[in-house]
């Protein structure tokens, strides 16, 4: 006998804890939730520092690859994704910002109505409940801790005096009226532990709230349709392929690989594609894995025996090992850091009304994603483009559900975003080679030969990858034919099917993007409930 709920939520993840956790506030509703990991409740993923074990593994991961990226010189590129309840926020550097007021009034532009800044902004205050900052930008009452860092490091004070002496402004709040400066990031930690969107929306109602079922290692494999209507989810859990039926709808919150890869193996998506695979059409919507963007990202790195700094060196691990107990006591110290501590936003042209690149400046060396491994101590400073002109893709490597997804960021696939990247190059060496900085350098690992402009185009094709933010694959549209889901996040020309995650933004916000994605889950299930009261 199938079970039967309300609503079938596909996947753990921000979107999906989110809305999932809303929805099932009402305990007249009823909730499934199936996440294709575990539960992401222990120590590896509640311990900041931990991040380090998780993103260049497969522990907690996906640990997914790009094809062959042309415009990286043929490399194939890292795509981490979080693995369990929580998704990428279990495993991600936590770092809190929502993105600028225009990215959401020009998603209202592009004529998606009740998503302009001025409509987003309440669900951002919902979510968040923010220990430093209140007022008219801030939350206090939400289920996501939002903090200060508290690894309480020095090299805090050296950053922002490198920051001055390169003439950057300091800026305390990225998520206020203003988001242009350098300054500390505030983390989704609280008591010093990591905060997912399952320890916020999930994690404290699996066994309180009869009304959600969460059924983890349940990795969907297509979406059951009956006359055009969603009305169930098969999926594959401990080798069994079972399903789970849907009253209402079902909610698809994979992520912006996987949510396009489960549509294009239901029978959604292009036609032609789905047919070179085997598969039967069942609704053609061509958009479903297009307009795939990412924020292209680069790393400076250098080796420095200060203190302030980890990595693997005797006195490194030592300093760690000797942090246990404050951690332990005081929920404070190097193993609370997100190692992307400190950043911020900046224009690499004095003209532009709005930044166009991000900086983390990390406590440690970073080479391909942390899984090349340097002897010693030191840091890095990413720089990140965000609002890239190119578009990639995501498709189908196979009709076999547990395959990976096809993932094509088409990384410099526009010649604009490579020059746009090369003055947020120079940007970043501005704040790099500042005095305080510069101190501290005992060996730059990657840039000491850059000279001329065509070396930096040279360096970033040897050494750009993503900072972590696929969005797009399912975009929210009106009137767009490449549109997949309208406002309200409702798959086109389908019935009782929906989209509740990073694949439905029409554009990339200038920021991380886990924040944004929790607050389209609560979004989502604001609307929802509007629809259930007006039948």
């Known amino acids: 006998m199938t079970d039967t709920y309300d609503f079938v939520v596909v996947g753990g993840g921000s979107g999906g804890c989110a809305v999932a956790g809303r929805l099932s506030e009402d305990p007249g509703t009823s909730v499934a939730l199936l996440e ?32 062959p990226q042309a415009g990286l010189n043929g490399r194939i590129g890292y795509q981490p994704r979080g693995k369990g309840l929580g998704g990428s926020s279990a495993i991600n550097a936590m770092v809190y910002i929502r993105g600028h007021k225009w990215d959401y009034d020009h998603w209202a532009e592009l004529g998606n109505a009740g998503w302009s800044y001025e409509d987003v902004l309440p669900y951002f205050k919902r979510s968040e409940n923010n220990s430093d900052f209140n007022g008219a930008y801030h939350g206090q009452n939400g289920p996501l801790h939002v903090n200060k860092l508290r690894t309480d490091n020095p090299a805090h004070d050296i950053f922002l005096q490198a920051a001055r002496e390169a003439q950057f402004r300091i800026r305390d709040d990225f998520n206020g009226e203003e988001q ?159 190692f992307a501590e400190c950043g911020g936003f900046l224009k690499t042209r004095p003209d532009l009304d709005i930044p166009d690149i991000q900086l983390h400046f990390g406590m440690a060396m970073v080479d391909d994603h ?121 798959v086109h020309g389908v019935g009782a099917l929906r989209i509740v995650d990073a694949s439905v933004m029409p554009t990339l916000i200038g920021g991380n993007t886990n924040a944004p994605t929790i607050m389209i889950g609560e979004k989502a299930a604001d609307m929802i409930r509007e629809e259930m009261r007006a039948m």
Request: aromatic letters at 8%; charged letters at 20%; proline letters at 6%.
């Open 36 to 67: 294709a990991g575990g539960t992401a409740d222990n120590w590896v993923v509640k311990t900041p520092y931990a991040l380090s074990l998780m993103v260049p593994g497969k522990l907690n991961n996906w640990h997914f690859e790009t094809v």
């Open 180 to 338: 242009e400066g350098l300054g500390l990031y505030q983390l989704t930690q609280h008591n010093g532990e990591r905060w997912s969107a399952a320890r916020a929306y999930v994690h404290p109602y699996m066994t309180t709230r009869p009304n959600l079922r969460v059924e983890t290692q349940a990795h969907a494999t297509r979406i059951l349709f009956e006359g055009g209507r969603a009305v169930g989810v098969e999926y594959r859990q401990n080798n069994e392929t079972r399903q789970v039926r849907a009253r209402r709808e079902v909610i698809v919150a994979s992520g912006a690989f996987q949510t396009p890869q489960l549509l294009l193996l239901s029978g959604v998506g292009d036609g032609a594609a789905l047919k070179s695979h085997g598969i039967a059409s069942m609704h053609h919507l061509p958009g479903v894995g297009q307009n795939l963007q990412d924020h292209p990202d680069f790393i400076f790195s250098y080796m420095s025996d200060s203190p302030h700094f980890t990595g693997t060196s005797f006195n490194g691990i030592g300093r760690l090992l000797s942090s246990i107990g404050l951690y332990r006591r005081e929920g404070r110290g190097p193993l609370t850091t997100n």
């Open 370 to 490: 942390g899984r090349k491994r340097h002897w010693g101590t030191g840091f890095s400073c990413h720089v990140c483009l965000l609002r890239p002109k190119s578009r990639g893709r995501v498709g189908l490597t196979s009709a076999d559900p547990l395959a990976p997804p096809l993932i094509d960021p088409n990384f410099f696939g526009e010649p604009d975003d490579l020059e746009a990247m090369v003055a947020g190059y120079k940007t970043t060496q501005r704040l790099v080679d500042a005095p305080a900085l510069r101190a501290l350098q005992q060996k730059n690992l990657f840039t000491a030969d850059v000279r001329t402009d065509d070396d930096i185009r040279a360096i970033l094709r040897a050494r750009t990858d993503t900072v972590y933010h696929p969005v797009g694959t399912c975009k929210m549209g009106t009137n767009d034919p490449m549109a997949v889901v309208d406002s309200r996040l409702r």
